[in-house]
């Protein structure tokens, strides 16, 4: 009778001389393939990724509900989720230059997380439309300055000679991603219990939340010396490589206010259900995280410069087949999946760069200006003139100006990596 011989697992360097590393990568336990724990502090930036998203997550999608609840026209709500956008262009730079001047991020991001807080225990006690307003422009002021200085302290403990460690980097930054989505799943649930009118509480005990998660950071590791005054951010983008470099950050970010604002309106107007929709945009943020999660196996085959081009590249088919084949449900589910690429890819490289371009005490400014250019002017813009194109032509030329919107990210991600190869050219070795 014929007998299954047993199987005999060789040491790793045996394994490796016979089969090659896939042979030694198979005879592994399966826990050898998952990545390694984070190394303290990270874990705590990972929490405070985690919170921070999620507390997006219940605000942007129920805060129009609410803001309804209370009375409110359809114009006034869109002033007022508006107010994101602006604050993002005073914000952030506020707390950047803060930050870099003082080098105390982590104690600012407590001071922020604390207005979050005290600003959403005051939407509890105001109904009419200027008060309501007002609160929310505050909590937005005060969340403005978490992500700056929170991507600065961050970039600097995964700093070391080859740049920014992109693989420890996405697997923190993947939780925020996590957040967001448990945070849109949980609390529709839990508003339909309960009912919109306790959404203001909600909203104060997930900041309290922040709060705490921004109490487990450690102190800044960044020696910051106070003998010299810190050096100009704004004269840096005289560069050529600097300035493209945020031109391509617009507009490539330009193109997607299309998909945030506007995409479930487009696919609601073509006759998709309220499920298709949902499982698109759940498709969307899966891919995401699964780029985040593994981004450290392969970011580095390309250079941040390359990347941007191929994001770039990528969006423009995106929003492309999103415009003229919106009516077929396998072409937007493949543009869907694309944003593994468009926005984790993108921003992943976003964060590389700023941490070349914007050296030492000039970067947490330098991650400010991102959000600014990158997310509160072409915000602005991209709302209301997307907005505007709807209205007088439809929501087909508003998704084909997004992908010409794209197509220019490119042209000038493109301009900054030529930038930087003749400045490399005329310095001498």
């Not at 114009?75 to 080098?103: F, K, N």
């Not at 080859?162 to 923190?172: E, H, I, K, T």
């Amino acid at each position: 009778m014929w007998r299954c011989p047993r199987r005999r697992w060789l040491p790793r360097h045996e394994a490796v001389g016979r089969f090659g590393r896939l042979g030694a990568w198979r005879l592994r336990s399966p826990s050898a393939l998952l990545p390694a724990p984070l190394p303290a502090p990270l874990p705590a930036f990972a929490l405070l990724s985690f919170t921070y998203f999620a507390a997006l997550g219940l605000f942007n999608p129920y805060a129009p509900l609410w803001f309804k609840e209370l009375g409110f026209t359809t114009w006034a709500i869109g002033g007022i989720a508006a107010l994101q956008s602006c604050t993002r262009i005073v914000g952030p730079y506020a707390w950047g230059w803060l930050g870099d001047h003082t080098g105390q991020r982590v104690t600012l991001i407590r001071l922020a997380c604390v207005g979050c807080v005290v600003s959403a225990l005051s939407l509890s006690f105001v109904e009419s439309l200027w008060p309501v307003a007002a609160v929310t422009a505050l909590l937005f002021l005060a969340n403005s300055g978490v992500v700056p200085l929170y991507e600065t302290s961050l970039a600097y403990l995964l700093s070391n000679s080859q740049g920014l460690d992109a693989g420890r980097y996405g697997r923190v930054r993947v939780w925020g991603s996590v957040g967001f989505i448990a945070s849109v799943a949980v609390f529709g649930l839990v508003l339909e219990r309960l009912g919109v009118r306790a959404f203001p509480w909600i909203v104060a005990a997930m900041n309290a939340l922040l709060l705490w998660a921004a109490t487990r950071l450690p102190r800044s590791h960044e020696q910051v010396s106070t003998d010299e005054p810190a050096p100009a951010a704004l004269h840096l983008l005289k560069k050529p490589e600097v300035a493209w470099f945020f031109a391509s950050v617009f507009f490539t970010v330009l193109a997607h206010t299309a998909v945030y604002a506007f995409f479930s309106l487009y696919l609601a107007h073509l006759g998709y259900g309220k499920s298709a929709i949902g499982g698109l945009w759940a498709v969307a943020v899966a891919v995401e995280i699964l780029f985040f999660w593994t981004q450290g196996r392969f970011f580095s085959k390309l250079s941040p410069h390359g990347w941007l081009q191929v994001v770039a590249a990528v969006a423009t088919a995106r929003f492309t087949a999103t415009a003229s084949a919106g009516h077929l449900g396998w072409v937007l589910l493949v543009a869907q999946m694309s944003h593994a690429v468009t926005f984790a890819a993108h921003h992943a490289a976003c964060i590389s760069l700023i941490h070349q371009l914007f050296p030492g005490r000039a970067r947490g400014r330098g991650q400010a200006l991102y959000t600014i250019l990158g997310y509160g002017l072409s915000g602005v813009l991209g709302g209301f003139g997307g907005g505007w194109l709807i209205e007088r032509m439809g929501y087909e030329p508003t998704f084909w100006a997004a992908s010409a919107a794209a197509a220019l990210g490119w042209l000038c991600a493109r301009q900054s990596a030529r930038a930087v190869q003749k400045r490399l050219v005329r310095t001498p070795a």
